[in-house]
C-alpha cells in the first residue's frame, strides 16, 4: 500500500497553444529541424541517458516509469499512488498467480475491447512527458542564442509525437528508416549547426540496472534464449547471447519487408465494414484480436486493429523485447508503433463514428458483457469493461480515471487530447465528417491506398480465367438494391482461429505459397499471436493452453496470385469446387516463434498425405481452424467513389486436410 496518494495527470500537450499534428518520423526528422532535434534531446533526456541535461522533475515522467506500465515489472506505477490497492496485482498472492493461466501483472489491457482506447492515452503520456521537456530545453536554447528567439520555443510547443507508418507505400522495399535504428543520429544545434548525439529511438538502456523481475526465456529444444535477466539494454532480433554485439538489423530488414505487403492488405480490410453492422459487434471485431461476441460459426472477419498490431510486434522484434508484453514497453519503437495504432484508430472512428463498444452485445435476445478475461495490475479476471469505466492507471487533471467514452475521438466535440495527425486520403480526424457520403468517399481512398481496390483489379485479371467464379444474381437478397455485382470475380481470404497460449510464449501462423509456373514461391501473410509466458504452477500442462482464449485474424490472398493458380490449373478450365481445391493445393502452414524457427508445418489441399499419427501434432497447439473463405463484390449503381459491399459470403473449409506435422518438441 503506498503511504502517500499521488496522482500525475495525463494531459497531454495541454496550454501548447492549439492542437498540432502527429508528424511520420521522416516528415519531423526532414522537414522540421528544430521540433527533430528537441524531440531526440527530451527522448534522450527522459531516457536518463548520459550527459543529458537534468531536467525531468517527475519520476512518473521518465521512460523507465513510462516503460514499466505496459507489462514488467507488476509494480504500481508512480504517476497513480494510491491507498486503496486491494484489486492490485501480487506476486505473493495465490489468487493472482496459481490461477490456469495465472493473471496478468501489467496494467496493459490485450485481447479486449478497450485494446485501441486504453492505449490512446498510454501514448499521450510519453508524449507529454517529452513535449515538457523540449519546452524547458528550448526555453534553455533561446536563453542562451538570443537571435534565435522565437524558433525553439514555437518548435517545442507545436511538438507532437510522430509516428512510423509501417504500412506505407514504400516499406516493402525499404522496410525501416535508418532513425529508428541507426545508434547515432544528426540533429539541428543552436547557431544553425549540426551535432551528432546518441539516437534514443535506437534502444534503451535500463535505469539501475534489469529489474529483479525480469527473467529469461529459453527454448531447451533450439537453445535460443532471451537473455531478458541480463540484456543490459534493448534488442531487436538478438543473438542468443547474454552480450549481444547490438541488434541484427539485416534480420529485421529482411523480416519486416516479407511481411509488408500483407501488413498493407491487412489494413485495407480494417476500412471494408459495412454501413448497416451491429454496433457492438462491428466495434468487437475491429478494436480487438479475441472478438468476444464472435460465435464458432462466425467466419465473416475483416481482421482487427489488435491483430495487426500483433504481427508488427514479432516483426519488429524476434529474439528481443518487442515480441514480449512484458517487455516490449522498453524499447522505443513501441511508442512510434503505437502512435500508428493510434492514428489508424483515429482513422477508423472517423469513418465509422457510430459503431462503438457501447455496455456489451446481445445475441437472440440475451445481453452479454465485454470482459477482461486474463485481468491486469488494476483488474480481477474476468472483469466487466464498460465505455465509462476506468482505465488504469491513466488520470484526468480532474482525478479521475480516463475512460474509453473520453479517449474516443479527436474532433472538437471529444474530450480534450490536444493532438491530430496528418490530413490523409482527404481526412483531417480532428474535424469531423459532415455527411456519409464524405466519410464513405475516404474510406475507399483509405482502401484502395493501402493495396484493397477490387473495381480495379477485376478489369485487370484474365476475364477467360475468372469467368467459372460464381456470384450472386441482383435479386439476391445478399446484393443491396442499390448496388450490382461485378461479374465473374471473388476475393479471396484465409480464416485463422489460434489457441493463444499453446505455445505459452508469443507465435505465428504463416501461409506460404509454393510458387507455380506463374507465380514465385512467398509468405502470403502471417496471424500471430502476441502473447505473455505463463509461470504459473501448471506451466506446462494443456488444461493452461486449453483454457485461454482464442486469436482470430484474417489473411487476404492477392488476386495476383489467386489468377496466378488458376493459369496454372488448366486456365479456368476447372469447376468452382476445382479451383478451391487448387489454390489449397498450393499453400503451405507452418507455425513459428517469435525467432522465426519453425514449431509445426502442414501441406494444404484434398489429397495431401496424412501425417502419421507418431509424428503429428498435439491438439493442443494445432490451429482450431484454417480455412478458405471467398466473397462476391457489388459495387454502388451510380456512385462509384463509394465503397464496395462484400456480400455472398461462403466458407470454402480447411485448408490443411492432412494434419500437422511436428517439427519442435513442443509441438509434440
Same mark, same amino acid.
Given at each position: ?29 526532414? !522537414? ?17 541517458? +548520459? ?7 517527475? =519520476?512518473?515522467? @521518465? ?9 514488467? =515489472? ?48 498510454? %501514448? ?40 512510423? !507508418? ?31 548525439? #546518441? ?62 505487403? #500483407? ?17 457492438? *459487434?462491428?466495434?468487437?471485431?475491429? +478494436?480487438?484480436? @479475441? ?12 481482421? +482487427? ?49 457510430? /459503431? ?12 452479454? =458483457? ?5 485481468? @491486469? ?49 482527404? *481526412? ?21 491506398? /493501402? ?16 469467368? $467459372? ?6 435479386? !439476391?437478397?445478399? &446484393? ?15 480464416? %485463422? ?14 501461409? $506460404? ?23 504459473? =504452477? ?11 482464449? %482464442? ?69 493442443? %497447439? ?22 464496395? $459491399? ?16 511436428? @517439427?519442435?518438441? !513442443?509441438? &509434440?
Amino acid at each position: 500500500m503506498s503511504s502517500v496518494e499521488y496522482h500525475y495527470p495525463v494531459i497531454g500537450r495541454k496550454g501548447t497553444g492549439g492542437i498540432f499534428d502527429r508528424l511520420p518520423i521522416q516528415t519531423l526528422e526532414n !522537414d522540421h529541424p528544430y521540433q527533430f532535434a528537441l524531440f531526440i534531446l527530451a527522448f534522450n533526456t527522459i531516457q536518463q541517458r +548520459s550527459d543529458t541535461p537534468k531536467v525531468v522533475e517527475e =519520476p512518473a515522467a @521518465t521512460f523507465m516509469e513510462i516503460a514499466s506500465i505496459h507489462g514488467k =515489472p507488476y509494480v504500481e506505477w508512480a504517476g497513480d499512488r494510491n491507498n486503496d490497492i486491494s484489486a492490485d496485482y501480487s506476486a505473493t498472492d495465490k489468487k493472482d498467480t496459481n490461477p490456469v493461466p495465472s493473471r496478468f501483472g501489467g496494467y496493459c489491457n490485450h485481447g479486449a475491447v478497450v485494446f485501441p482506447t486504453w492505449h490512446r492515452p498510454y %501514448v499521450m503520456l510519453i508524449e507529454q512527458s517529452i513535449g515538457n521537456v523540449a519546452e524547458k530545453l528550448a526555453h534553455d536554447i533561446e536563453a542562451d542564442n538570443r537571435n534565435e528567439n522565437g524558433i525553439w520555443i514555437k518548435a517545442a510547443k507545436e511538438l507532437r509525437f510522430p509516428y512510423w !507508418d509501417w504500412a506505407s507505400k514504400d516499406v516493402p522495399e525499404n522496410g525501416l528508416p535508418p532513425v529508428l535504428y541507426e545508434e547515432k543520429v544528426e540533429i539541428m544545434a543552436a547557431g544553425g549547426k549540426k551535432q551528432i548525439v #546518441d539516437n534514443p529511438l535506437s534502444f534503451f538502456s535500463y535505469v539501475g540496472g534489469v529489474p529483479f523481475e525480469f527473467s529469461d526465456e529459453k527454448d531447451d529444444s533450439t537453445g535460443q534464449v532471451a537473455y531478458f535477466s541480463r540484456w543490459q539494454r534493448t534488442y531487436r532480433h538478438a543473438s542468443s547471447t547474454p552480450d549481444p554485439e547490438g541488434s541484427r538489423i539485416d534480420l529485421l530488414q529482411k523480416t519486416f519487408k516479407a511481411g509488408a505487403n #500483407d501488413l498493407r492488405r491487412r489494413v485495407a480490410q480494417l476500412f471494408a465494414f459495412s454501413d448497416d453492422e451491429n454496433s457492438a *459487434i462491428a466495434w468487437d471485431e475491429f +478494436s480487438n484480436h @479475441t472478438a468476444e461476441s464472435k460465435r464458432d460459426i462466425d467466419f465473416i472477419n475483416r481482421g +482487427s486493429l489488435e491483430g495487426v498490431h500483433d504481427t508488427v510486434h514479432l516483426s519488429l522484434g524476434g529474439n528481443g523485447q518487442m515480441s514480449y508484453p512484458d517487455y516490449a514497453g522498453f524499447d522505443p519503437i513501441f511508442f512510434l508503433h503505437h502512435s500508428n495504432v493510434d492514428r489508424l484508430f483515429a482513422l477508423w472512428e472517423w469513418c465509422y463514428p457510430e /459503431y462503438w463498444m457501447g455496455s456489451g452485445y446481445e445475441r437472440d435476445g440475451e445481453q452479454y =458483457p465485454w470482459t477482461q478475461a486474463r485481468g @491486469t495490475y488494476a483488474q480481477v479476471y474476468n472483469e466487466q469493461l464498460l465505455a465509462d469505466g476506468p482505465l488504469q492507471p491513466f488520470r484526468t487533471e480532474q482525478g479521475d480515471y480516463w475512460t474509453s467514452s473520453q479517449a474516443r475521438f479527436l474532433h472538437e466535440q471529444s474530450y480534450p487530447k490536444y493532438y491530430s495527425f496528418l490530413e490523409f486520403e482527404g *481526412i483531417k480526424v480532428d474535424q469531423a465528417a459532415t455527411s456519409f457520403q464524405e466519410r464513405a468517399s475516404a474510406r475507399k481512398r483509405v482502401q484502395a491506398y /493501402y493495396g484493397f481496390d477490387p473495381q480495379t483489379k477485376a478489369k485487370q485479371v484474365g476475364l477467360h480465367a475468372w469467368k $467459372h467464379l460464381p456470384v450472386p444474381n441482383k435479386e !439476391d437478397p445478399a &446484393v443491396p438494391s442499390d448496388h450490382t455485382i461485378i461479374p465473374h470475380y471473388r476475393t479471396f481470404a484465409v480464416h %485463422v482461429k489460434l489457441l493463444e497460449h499453446a505455445y505459452n510464449r508469443s507465435y505465428s501462423f504463416q501461409l $506460404h505459397h509454393k510458387g507455380n509456373a506463374h507465380s514465385s514461391p512467398q509468405l502470403v501473410g502471417t496471424i500471430s499471436v502476441f502473447a505473455r509466458p505463463d509461470h504459473s =504452477p501448471c506451466k506446462a500442462c494443456a488444461v493452461r493452453r486449453e483454457a485461454g482464449s %482464442v486469436v482470430r485474424g484474417m489473411i487476404p490472398i492477392p488476386p495476383e496470385l489467386i489468377e496466378s493458380i488458376i493459369k496454372s490449373n488448366r486456365g479456368g478450365k476447372s469447376s468452382f469446387d476445382q479451383t478451391l481445391a487448387h489454390i489449397k493445393g498450393e499453400f503451405v502452414g507452418r507455425l513459428v516463434d517469435a525467432t522465426g524457427s519453425e514449431l509445426a508445418g502442414a501441406e494444404g489441399g484434398l489429397e495431401v498425405t496424412q501425417v502419421p499419427q507418431h509424428c503429428a501434432a498435439s491438439r493442443t %497447439v494445432i490451429p482450431i481452424e484454417i480455412s478458405l473463405v471467398s466473397a462476391a463484390i457489388a459495387e454502388h449503381v451510380e456512385d462509384k467513389n463509394r465503397p464496395v $459491399h462484400l456480400c455472398d459470403w461462403q466458407h470454402h473449409d480447411s485448408i490443411f486436410n492432412g494434419g500437422w506435422l511436428a @517439427t519442435h518438441k !513442443d509441438s &509434440v
